[in-house]
């Protein structure tokens, strides 16, 4: 009796292999859309908190608009310094004025 092997055939294999890449194709750009998305919300939502803590700081030293904002003192009113996700740098700017983010579209509304 005559054994039969069973295999996969090369022509088999690359069809499944052009098939996974067409889908990857099609996914990754996709992904990469929610994933920018997703980090311009969560430094969107780090500049809010950044403003809640200056808001709190200001009242409690009694700073007027326009005063300049230590980036330490504010620091102690959040559990922790929020960093951008997307690499990004905050800059405080002033009592009244919206902190800003180094990358662009990440800012307040």
Known sequence: MKSKQGGFTLVEIMIVVAVIGMLAAIALPSFMRS????????????????????????????????????????????????????????????????TVCSVTNHTLP
Do not use: F, H
């Open 35 to 98: 994933r920018t998305k997703s980090q311009t919300t969560a430094c969107i939502n780090n500049l809010r908190q950044i403003e809640a803590a200056k808001e709190q700081w200001a009242l409690e030293t009694r700073k007027a608009q326009g005063a300049a904002v230590l980036t330490t003192e504010i620091d102690a009113y959040m559990k922790k310094s929020p960093t951008c996700p997307a690499g990004g740098t905050y800059d405080y700017t002033s009592v009244g004025s919206n």
